[in-house]
């Protein structure tokens, strides 16, 4: 159910906005390496898919390829390139950028139309006989007559795939903390930390370092090489594989474990993460450590939470300072605004004024941040008013505050 109405909604959302800008699915082909990044890492993800779903197909592994279908279709197209790439299809023109963004989802549909069709025929084929009848690119009559696509091997790119991997996997880490403590999005935090044991990590993490700060909405991030004195780690074995390895030892090393310092933890970590064993002396002899034979976990630090998946660790800084208070006040603000313009049917480029119901957080944050809320709603002035009785009430942390947009003509 959620593939089908994921994928369902993905398809409305390019169809609504291809009817609106008149897209020609006819037109010269952007040339991918003149896309930026984000098509080229979708396109890439995507011909990964054919190559995969393919062998599948020939290994009569149906149900690994649906898999893969899915998660590329839910976790990939929906959920990262049109969801960070909605502004190119608002508004403007169709300049070059944005032609390369509807050329992307476009193949991107018509690709799981394609590899998605011996699992769902008729879906498939309503979804394909839609696209096809805009850009008249098949002559076939059904999904089912066309052959399967092929992979290009010059628009993978592993290195990107990784790297964009890391960013949604580090996001999803930072913003499952903010849920652990009730912080919502829209509060700007001030910093998260990542340990870089591996070297890889950091180059990578630099790439995508803007969008991953964006998307959490923190101010900044720091790399550090040794977390000494600032994550606590803990180690545990993992006993059915070290078990077998070291049955009789298997009392001292739960032992010995447990009295590790935090430089031989982080220095087993270090091991692990470049593929090496590391060698425990203890007294009834040496014990070789290898990824599989333990489990690492990072303890929460004061005023930090932390996360740990796999070799990547992340620690956020929860403690909001008065600024940075001030600073999500504007931004619900701005949200709350810009709902009751879509509400009022505004056009996008309406410039407006603004009443709101006097509240003393409202206040303090718009001494600070009044312009920054001017800018991004289009008001010319925004007004506080004690016991504001017109406009609309609109939730308001645990209750509500009147707002009064008026349009100037």
């Not at 740990?308 to 620690?315: C, H």
Request: hydrophobic letters at 40%; a negative charge; one cysteine or more.
């Amino acid at each position: 159910r959620k593939f089908f109405g994921t994928l369902y909604n993905t398809y409305s959302f390019f169809a609504l906005y291809a009817n609106v800008d008149g897209f020609d699915a006819k037109a010269a082909e952007v040339p991918v390496e003149n896309r930026p990044e984000i098509d080229r890492w979708i396109i890439s993800l995507m011909n990964s898919l054919i190559k995969d779903v393919k062998d599948c197909y020939e290994n009569y592994d149906v149900t690994t390829a649906g898999r893969m279908i899915q998660d590329f279709v839910c976790d990939h197209l929906s959920n990262w390139y049109v969801r960070l790439n909605r502004k190119r299809f608002w508004g403007g023109e169709m300049n070059e950028d944005k032609l390369a963004a509807y050329q992307t989802l476009y193949s991107a549909l018509e690709t799981v139309a394609l590899l998605a069709a011996p699992i769902a025929p008729f879906y498939m084929d309503r979804l394909f006989a839609d696209l096809n009848a805009v850009s008249g690119r098949h002559t076939e009559e059904s999904v089912h007559f066309v052959m399967m696509p092929s992979h290009e091997e010059k628009y993978i790119d592993k290195d990107l795939e990784e790297r964009m991997e890391l960013a949604q996997r580090s996001s999803s880490m930072v913003l499952a903390l903010r849920r652990k403590v009730n912080i919502k999005v829209r509060q700007p935090l001030a910093k998260m930390i990542i340990p870089v044991l591996d070297p890889k990590i950091e180059e990578q993490f630099e790439k995508i370092k803007s969008l991953v700060l964006g998307e959490v909405n923190v101010k900044e991030v720091e790399f550090i090489k040794d977390t000494t004195g600032l994550i606590t780690k803990k180690i545990k074995p993992v006993f059915k594989v070290l078990g077998k390895k070291y049955g009789k030892q298997m009392k001292e090393i739960v032992a010995a474990f447990g009295e590790l310092s935090q430089e031989i933890i982080s220095a087993i970590e270090a091991a692990g993460i470049a593929e090496q064993a590391y060698t425990l002396s203890l007294p009834s002899g040496d014990v070789v450590l290898e990824a599989a034979d333990y489990e690492i976990t990072s303890e929460d630090m004061p005023g930090w939470l932390v996360s740990t998946e796999g070799k990547l660790t992340v620690a956020l800084d929860v403690t909001i300072t008065d600024e940075l208070r001030k600073e999500g006040t504007a931004r619900e603000l701005i949200n709350r605004i810009q709902n009751l313009r879509k509400e009022c049917d505004f056009e996008v480029t309406d410039k407006i004024e603004v009443k709101i119901e006097a509240k003393e957080e409202v206040a303090d944050s718009l001494q600070m941040f009044r312009e920054y809320v001017c800018a991004q709603t289009l008001a010319l002035s925004i007004e506080l008013v004690e016991g504001l009785a017109d406009g609309k009430g609109v939730e308001w942390n645990e209750g509500t505050i009147n707002i009064d947009l008026k349009k100037i003509k």
